[in-house]
């Protein structure tokens, strides 16, 4: 049973940084590509951040890049999610996914299996 569990989410005020956590149990954590999605109220689900199985590629969405930044600890089975800079408009609940065995970046929804509870980001302008 795949499990990913997210943390780190709360009220931040704008220009604050927040770091999310989704911690991977299950499977082979440090084989398979991750990624970071986010879903506002009546809004569809939208890729945000990706990174291989390896950790050496990395991709973002154009609204959060230079802002945001993706990383991974295998050791610990768990990826990150780095925000700085935060506006308003991140305000969202924030899904890690798991994805492609030895895969790469995707920023499709579709390339990837599991998913985790979400956590809300709310930013305060």
């Known amino acids: 049973q795949v499990q990913l569990v997210e943390s780190g989410g709360g009220l931040v005020q704008a220009g604050d940084s927040l770091r999310l956590s989704c911690a991977a149990s299950g499977r082979t954590f440090g084989s398979y590509s991750m990624g970071w999605f986010r879903q506002a109220p009546g809004k569809e689900r939208e890729f945000v951040a990706a990174i291989s199985w390896s950790g050496d590629s990395t991709d973002y969405a154009h609204s959060v890049k230079g802002r945001f930044t993706i990383f991974r600890d295998n050791a610990k089975n768990t990826v990150y999610l780095q925000m700085n800079s935060l506006i308003r408009e991140d305000s969202s609940v924030y899904y890690c996914?798991?994805?492609?065995?030895?895969?790469?970046?995707?920023?499709?929804?579709?390339?990837?299996?599991?998913w985790g509870q979400g956590t809300q980001v709310t930013v305060s302008s």
């Open positions: 996914a798991s994805g492609i065995l030895f895969g790469g970046t995707y920023i499709s929804p579709r390339m990837y299996d599991y």
